[in-house]
């Protein structure tokens, strides 16, 4: 192959195809992101004043952080594969009047409250024989804390219709009236069986983990100010039925709710994201600001005052239905990272209704406490709780190794060695 790769052959090959890029899409973009260049600059982005290094806080609070991590084939068992998920909570306190800054609680105290951490969840199905969407809902009804389906389901469709629908009587006579028996349980809110892949399945195990783990944050005497997910707040709708493709969907509305009424401030960062031409974006706010600047940049919608951005008009999930992204930067040492919130309460706690220049002080007092919480110089400028539950919950792969070789000594102890658990093309030396 080596001496395929190393051609002039091979390099002309890629001189066409990033010309075509160039061609193609890079010019369509451009065009899409001058008509956005000027509202950008003058309207969305914005820079504030950090807290000072020796402030001390009127009230010290506490951050939550949950982060999830797992592998896809802990063991394959002929046609099944077994599943490993590991989630993480970490709390963390602000503590302004001693010198050992957003401290994380120690472990037995945060064990009393949501149980042993990190936590292990395991599945498995076939994948054959028809059992993907039985299994996984299984899966999902074990993991999840909240049992009672119905009133799983009913805050997305309190949100989602902006209160029309509060109940299930409140069904009637709309378009999801004839939906409701497919409401009331698990297995049937998992509307995309025919695409349950391994990954899929994968995906979907660990956002409900990780959603579990929050809810049990929210539930418990913890009462963070802010609660730190690990990814954005994206619901996948199901395009004919018009509610979630996938209960993580509900599951996510239900903790944006219980969020709300528990004063908690729920958000999702990613440092890896598709926001397009976050590059652009971060260029200009030096450019405006200096090279130093901490700035964020508001991610409107179509239901915002002025519309959406023309750059992701064709994203079908940015910004994520009934959430509000942001795109920020704390540290010009690393890429902008994404920032969701709820929607129905960052109308209720940040935008202000025709008044623009209120709305944009709330959202600077918002990154002032997020920035104030991203200060530790290993991971500066990325919230510390959420550092911190990474690493905790992060399989190494020392960590899959050691967990695949107890696997085995499980199964010997139980005489099971006769079923093939080698691992998928470990055979022919591939």
């Known amino acids: 192959m080596l ?24 010019r369509r973009d451009e065009q899409e992101f001058a008509k956005d260049e ?42 099944i594969r077994i599943h490993l998920v590991s989630t993480s909570i970490i709390v963390v306190d602000t503590n302004t009047r001693s010198e050992n800054l957003f401290s994380p609680i120690e472990r037995k105290a945060l064990e009393l409250e949501v149980g042993d951490q990190p936590h292990i969840d395991i599945h498995w199905h076939s994948g054959v024989r028809n059992d993907a969407r039985d299994k996984l809902a299984e899966t999902l009804s074990n993991i999840y804390p909240l049992k ?7 805050p997305f469709f309190q949100d989602f219709t902006r209160g029309k629908i509060t109940s299930f009587s409140d069904f009637a006579e709309t378009e999801y009236e004839k939906h409701i028996p497919r409401l009331r349980e698990m297995e049937f809110l998992i509307s995309r069986e025919q695409l349950l892949t391994n990954p899929i399945v ?53 903790l944006c709710t ?38 964020f940049c508001h991610l409107p919608s179509s239901e915002d005052p002025e519309g959406g951005l023309h750059i992701y008009d064709d994203r079908t999930y940015i910004p994520p239905m009934l959430a509000v992204p942001y795109l920020y930067s704390f540290s010009r040492d690393n890429r902008p990272s994404r920032i969701d919130f709820d929607r129905v309460w960052w109308l209720e706690n940040i935008f202000v209704p025709g008044d623009p220049g209120a709305t944009r002080a709330n959202e600077k007092a918002l990154f002032a406490e997020l920035e104030f919480m991203s200060r ?53 030396d591939l």
């Not at 600059?41 to 951050?63: A, C, G, H, M, Q």
């Not at 963070?224 to 969907?249: E, I, N, T």
């Not at 401030?265 to 598709?274: P, Y």
């Not at 290993?378 to 690493?391: D, F, M």
């Open 148 to 154: 009672d389906i119905a009133s799983l389901t009913l």
């Open 376 to 428: 530790d110089a290993r991971w500066y400028g990325y919230p510390v709780a959420l550092a911190l539950a990474h690493e905790s919950c992060k399989l190494s792969y020392e960590d899959l190794r050691l967990a695949k070789e107890v696997c085995m000594d499980v199964r010997s102890e139980m005489n099971l060695e006769r079923r093939d658990a080698q691992p998928l093309r470990a055979d022919y």
């Open 202 to 254: 994968h995906e979907e195990i660990r956002k409900t983990s990780e959603y579990a783990a929050a809810r049990k944050v929210l539930m418990s005497d913890i009462q963070p100010k802010y609660l730190l997910l690990d990814g954005a707040l994206s619901v996948f709708m199901h395009f004919v039925r018009h509610y979630p493709s996938m209960p993580s969907g509900f599951l996510l509305r239900d």
């Open 3 to 26: 001496d395929k790769i190393l051609t002039e052959k091979f390099r002309r090959t890629l001189k066409m195809v990033f010309t075509d890029i160039q061609n193609q899409q890079d």
């Open 258 to 295: 219980l969020a709300r009424r528990k004063k908690t401030i729920l958000c999702a960062v990613s440092k890896n994201h598709t926001i397009p031409f976050a590059h652009r974006i971060a260029g200009m706010a030096r450019d405006v600001f200096g090279d130093n600047a901490k700035w």
């Open 38 to 79: 000027t509202r950008i600059k003058e309207r969305l982005l914005d820079t504030f004043t950090p807290y000072p290094s020796d402030i001390v806080l009127e009230n010290d609070y506490r951050v939550a952080a949950i982060d999830g991590s797992g592998t896809d084939s802990l063991m394959t068992l002929d046609d």
